[in-house]
């Protein structure tokens, strides 16, 4: 019978593969079998133990993966995992140390942790990425060139590659506010810098202080003054999604007013009050 570890790795070698790694074993290793190689069982460096899946693409190593047995919760896993990435024996090649790409796994969940963002941090994933993709991240990373000074001594250079797409969202360009006859008011001007600082501060979830700023910009869009667009807001999107494509004008016209009810002493029509009237004798 197989033990719920067994299943995990059972259920990543199948991932794995999915995703064009080639899984080895680490006795039978090659790790010019495939552009991606996923070696099991991998010894570190000595205090870091052994790495579950080291992975390799066009010939280095780029990574490693945690397995969990299915049902283990993987929120805290990421410092053992870490502890893999930074284990790598000096003599092997190695893309960069530590190695930059972390999975945690229990092949039903996995966590991924981007380590050539600025600052890392693990985020789920529906499955592990293909080799291809990691060597193109591979490519941001810095390159570094020999100069010569002319006096005999040797210079390093680092050529700065294009960042992260997490690294860009930091060092986003000035805010055109104005272009032609065009001006953006000022409650979109508020809410575009609040979620662009959102998004450089690493935010999952980047909402710029949004109840105001939205209602802000319904009430310049429809000219209308706020306790007017809160009535409006509040009522409207009643109608179907058959409707979603109806002009900005019907969508946001009143809620009609709810059918009539009964009510104690009132009967409807063709009804006996006697009958229909609650508490009647």
Known sequence: MTTPEQQARAEIDRLLAAAGWAVQDYRAADIHAARGVAIREFPLAPGHGFADYLLYVDGKA????????????LTGVEVQSGRYAQGLPANLPAWQRPLPFVYESTGTETHFTQGLDPAPRARNV??????????EWLKLLPLTTTLSTGSGAAALAVNAPPQTFLARLQQMPELVTEWGDFKLWPAQVTAVRNLEASLAANK????????????DLHRHRLHLPPDQVRR???TACWRPKAAATASRKTMCSPRPPPPRRWCWGAAPTG???GRMRRGGR
Do not use: I, M, Y
Not at 64 to 70: I, Y
Not at 204 to 215: T, Y
């Open 62 to 73: 780029c990574g490693v993966v945690e397995a969990k047995k299915q049902g283990a919760t």
């Open 126 to 135: 529906f499955a592990f990425h293909r080799p291809a993709l990691l060597a």
């Open 204 to 215: 999952p979830r980047a909402d710029p202080d949004g109840h105001r700023q939205r209602q």
């Open 232 to 234: 409006r807001a509040a």
């Open 271 to 273: 009804a006996s009050s």
